[in-house]
């Protein structure tokens, strides 16, 4: 797992779903990042998939795609650093 | 219904730098680095995460509610079925307009944001207000030129429809652009016992014209 891309993507996700009262560390990387875990919620996730593209240039041909990518920052940051282009 | 029948259980006002309960300034812990609004937010001790998702009009509205219900039996998680949201404001959501609008400003860098969007009408203050205290009754919000204690008074006897069983009202004027908030929020009904004075335009100018505090920057 690449340490430096979660912990990259920790600090994204804060400033970009305005998490203000957390920090990376306060995050775990294996936790669901729905329901339980963070408590996103459906706008959270297409601020994710415009994440996606923005930092990483990676387009989500649907939305339900999402459903496995965004089930923690782990298999998050192991999709983006398989398929990113930027 | 006639206005001299209801009455101001508690008036809240915040402006860019002043917070008022019922008139009396309240002290807000300024902190480097956070907006006034935040401030407000950490002052109170709110535990509501979706606080900083909201845009600033939104965010307020919220706190005027907060306040609102500060120091009384008042509890968020209660449902209240006979109550109602009434606001008015000139600029409506255009501060978080801009915010998105630059967001898609640049055909090279276009990335409208869902979490900004959503936040693109006036109205989503009623809303967020709704959510947090369980309030089930109408909410509204209109656009108008400036604040005007007429127009509050005139449409707060619509809003506490004894028809439609409501019997509490917010009503007031929450505006919020580039930085400058201006909040008048009163929690208006038909007890005359203990309430803080008589709805009429000479009361609601009194906390809307209040005189601000002097400050030392920080």
């Not at chain 1, 996606?52 to 496995?68: D, F, P, R, T, V």
């Not at chain 2, 609004?37 to 001790?45: A, H, K, M, W």
Request: glycine residues 4%.
């Amino acid at each position: 797992m690449d340490k430096t891309l979660v912990q990259e993507l920790k600090e994204e996700i804060i400033e970009v779903l305005n998490l203000e009262e957390m920090k990376p560390e306060d995050i775990d990387a294996s936790a669901p990042l729905f329901g339980e875990g963070l408590g996103l919620d459906s706008i959270d996730a297409l601020e994710l998939i415009v994440l996606m593209e923005k930092n990483y240039g990676i387009k989500l041909k649907n939305a339900s795609e999402g459903k496995e990518i965004f089930r923690s920052i782990e298999i998050m940051a192991d999709y983006i650093s398989k398929n990113r282009t930027k | 219904m006639k206005n001299d029948e209801l009455y101001i259980q508690r008036a809240i006002r915040i402006t860019s730098t002043d917070v008022f309960i019922n008139g009396t300034p309240f002290a807000i812990n300024k902190e480097e680095n956070s907006t006034w609004l935040t401030c407000i937010y950490r002052t109170l001790g709110v535990q509501y995460p979706k606080f900083f998702k909201m845009d600033n009009l939104c965010k307020a509205g919220f706190l005027a509610t907060e306040l609102i219900f500060k120091g009384t039996d008042i509890r968020p998680e209660e449902e209240k079925r006979d109550w109602s949201i009434l606001l008015f404001n000139k600029s409506s959501s255009l501060d978080n307009d801009q915010l998105y609008q630059e967001t898609i400003n640049d055909p090279n860098n276009y990335f409208p944001s869902p979490s900004v969007f959503v936040y693109t009408l006036s109205n989503i203050v009623t809303g967020e207000m709704a959510i947090r205290n369980k309030i089930m009754g109408e909410t509204c919000s209109y656009i108008t030129e400036k604040f005007d204690a007429d127009v509050l008074l005139e449409n707060a006897s619509i809003g506490l429809s004894q028809e439609k069983g409501i019997h509490h009202l917010l009503i007031g004027w929450v505006e919020y652009l580039n930085d400058h908030c201006d909040v008048l929020l009163f929690l208006v009904d038909r007890k005359s016992d203990g309430a803080l004075t008589s709805w009429n335009k000479t009361n609601i100018e009194k906390y809307f014209f209040i005189p601000l505090q002097p400050h030392d920057e920080l």
